[in-house]
């Protein structure tokens, strides 16, 4: 299926250092209708100055990143817009990750639970 | 006899036996003045004979321990100050409070490096000779030295000797204990690097598993579902992401089993060490000859023990030496012995400080009880040798 221009889709962006997260990532919005695919940053630094630009709507970010992490990341992305949907991912069990992780207000989803219907759950409770 | 002493100080004991030496060697030149001088029988000659020997054998004693034969020159350190200690008290009983210092030495000098069995034998030894002595002391087989020597000559050998000899052995008590002090803390820095080791290895498998294995299959599920949705919409895009997710899978496999190789190689624990050991050194970077002989099966901690050893060798010798080839020669016969020989470089161990490989197979050998020496010259290659019993 190839995407047509949809002024009204949800615009995501994916932030990991793993290529092969933000591949996957790529693949599963490119096949969902109303959702799109505006940017992908390998760290914490990138995605800030790349949002600025874009302006997503809904953001994956990796918890565990080189550089400043997703967590501190999140915070920045989260003051310049609060708006902005932000879904921290990994790869390890909510119960392993960090306190101040734990504790943050962000949505935490694993990395291979992440679906089409999981991405649509999300953006609908956050406008909903 | 304890294989701890390449593992500990021993230059102690090397003291020990050159002061012994050189005390032996004024008291037989004492004699021979003293048969000349004030007792004028020849059995002081016979006495400055066996007290000669004495120093013979400690010279014997100190070239022996110079080149690693502990087990010898122990027994010879106590073979002779027992024959001398006999040999003097039949002929002058007046010294018999000298003879039972004497008596004490070797079991004294080698507490630190024996194990409880010989200290005991030794132990009893040395009350056998005791008794002998004392025995010896009373039949009075020779009268002549006794007779001849005046009183104050007796007094001011026994004067001068007893709290002499006591100096003597309060230095080999203070050797002993510095010798088990340092062993203990080598034991507990051992200890300490080994689990430093350990944590670090899991560590490692952690980052392997989350950085490999673990981010392919993530992302092969998150595409999974997405072919999975792909199978009715456009059938041909999904064949083609299934495609390309089997390849992937494939060396996801390949990870996970070199990942499982790393961590404890299959044929060690299926077919021992033997076969483990061809099979590593057919992944060497160098050309790796082995010869085995006798060697079965052993404790799973001593396999990997020896293996690893093995394993860090070749690697030191292809980093480090800059080998093209080695040999690797392992021996069940006797307990077990292994070697390893390259044609690298080699070093100079006595200005290389011990780096983490060389202080991980030492480790890796003291903890199962064995030991492991390395023998290196700058420009001769490198052998290490190690033994289990």
């Not at chain 1, 990532?25 to 209708?33: D, F, G, N, P, S």
């Not at chain 2, 590593?280 to 079965?296: E, F, M, P, Q």
């Not at chain 2, 490989?357 to 420009?379: C, E, F, H, S």
Request: charged share 20%; hydrophobic share 50%; with cysteine.
């Amino acid at each position: 299926m190839t995407p047509t221009v949809e002024p009204d889709a949800v615009t995501v962006m994916v932030v990991d250092d793993w290529s092969s997260f933000r591949r996957a990532v790529a693949a599963l919005v490119e096949t969902m209708v109303g959702f799109r695919l505006v940017g992908e940053a390998a760290s914490g630094e990138e995605a800030i100055e790349m949002a600025t630009a874009i302006t997503p709507e809904l953001v994956l970010m990796d918890v565990n990143m080189p550089g400043m992490g997703g967590v501190a990341a999140a915070d920045v992305l989260r003051a310049t817009d609060a708006k902005m949907c932000i879904v921290l991912v990994s790869t390890y069990d909510a119960a392993d990750l960090p306190v101040d992780v734990q504790k943050a207000d962000y949505r935490y989803v694993n990395k291979e639970r992440l679906t089409a219907s999981t991405l649509r759950s999300l953006a609908a409770e956050h406008n909903g | 006899l304890n294989r701890r002493l390449e593992a500990t100080d021993d230059r102690q004991l090397h003291l020990y036996v050159k002061v012994n030496l050189i005390t032996v060697a004024a008291s037989a030149i004492g004699l021979v003045v003293v048969r000349f001088t004030i007792v004028p029988t020849n059995w002081m000659l016979v006495n400055a004979v066996a007290v000669g020997t004495v120093v013979v054998a400690l010279a014997v004693v100190q070239v022996w321990l110079r080149r690693g034969r502990l087990d010898n020159a122990l027994t010879l350190l106590a073979a002779a100050n027992w024959t001398v200690a006999i040999v003097v008290a039949a002929i002058d009983p007046f010294v018999l409070p000298i003879v039972t210092i004497i008596l004490v030495v070797p079991v004294m000098v080698i507490i630190p490096f024996v194990r409880s069995r010989r200290l005991l034998a030794t132990g009893l030894g040395t009350v056998a000779v005791s008794v002998i002595s004392v025995v010896m002391a009373q039949l009075h087989l020779v009268d002549a030295p006794e007779r001849l020597a005046p009183e104050w000559l007796k007094r001011s050998i026994v004067l001068l000797f007893v709290p002499g000899l006591n100096g003597l052995l309060l230095l080999n008590v203070w050797r002993s204990h510095l010798s088990l002090a340092k062993q203990a803390d080598d034991i507990r820095q051992s200890r300490s690097r080994i689990v430093a080791a350990s944590d670090r290895e899991r560590r490692r498998i952690e980052r392997d598993l989350h950085d490999g294995a673990q981010q392919r299959l993530t992302s092969l599920a998150i595409r999974l579902a997405v072919a999975q949705e792909l199978t009715s919409s456009d059938p041909a895009r999904a064949a083609g992401m299934l495609s390309e997710m089997q390849d992937e899978l494939a060396e996801s496999i390949g990870e996970l089993r070199d990942l499982a190789h790393g961590i404890y190689p299959p044929l060690l624990s299926q077919r021992g060490l033997d076969e483990a050991i061809k099979a590593a050194s057919r992944r060497s970077a160098i050309a790796v000859t082995i010869h085995s002989v006798a060697v079965g099966r052993y404790e799973a901690d001593v396999e990997s023990a020896v293996y690893y050893c093995c394993l860090e060798a070749l690697a030191n010798a292809a980093k480090h030496g800059g080998s093209t080839r080695a040999d690797i020669k392992i021996d069940g016969a006797n307990g077990l012995s292994f070697s390893i020989t390259d044609d690298g470089a080699g070093f100079d161990p006595s200005r290389v400080v011990a780096g983490a490989g060389l202080l991980n197979m030492t480790d890796r050998i003291g903890a199962v009880g064995g030991i492991l020496t390395i023998d290196a010259k700058p420009g001769s290659g490198t052998t290490i040798r190690g033994h289990c019993a």
